[in-house]
């Protein structure tokens, strides 16, 4: 069974940075493109980041461009999310997904093979 492990989350005042990160179980970390959801209360899951298998693509929802960056580590069979100029709209619980899902990147949740359990981020003013 897969393991995607989240950790990283926690309290940061607007304008402040967090590193989420993913440890990913060896073979979904090989061949799988992984992803950072996030959901706040009352809304929809949302694709954040996402990269592909090998590293060669990224994805960024329009609110974080410029803000977020994706990577992943192959030593460590982890991803990371590194989270700059935080804003309050940053605020929900973020979880890392794994899929083999080949068109491109999906931004449905349903596409996700494994998911972690999630981590919290909180932006505070």
């Known amino acids: 069974q897969a393991q995607l492990v989240e950790s990283g989350g926690g309290l940061v005042q607007t304008g402040g940075s967090l590193r989420l990160s993913c440890a990913a179980s060896?073979?979904?970390?090989?061949?799988?493109?992984l992803g950072w959801f996030r959901q706040a209360p009352g809304q929809e899951r949302e694709l954040v980041a996402a990269?592909?298998?090998?590293?060669?693509?990224?994805y960024y929802t329009d609110s974080v461009k410029g803000r977020f960056i994706i990577s992943r580590d192959s030593a460590t069979n982890t991803m990371n999310l590194q989270m700059n100029s935080l804003k309050l709209e940053d605020t929900a619980a973020y979880y890392c997904?794994?899929?083999?899902?080949?068109?491109?990147?999906?931004?449905?949740?349903?596409?996700?093979?494994?998911w972690g359990q999630g981590t919290q981020v909180t932006v505070i003013a």
């Open positions: 990269i592909a298998w090998n590293g060669g693509n990224t």
């Open positions: 060896g073979n979904v970390f090989r061949s799988y493109a």
């Open positions: 997904a794994a899929s083999r899902f080949t068109g491109g990147f999906s931004r449905r949740p349903y596409d996700y093979d494994y």
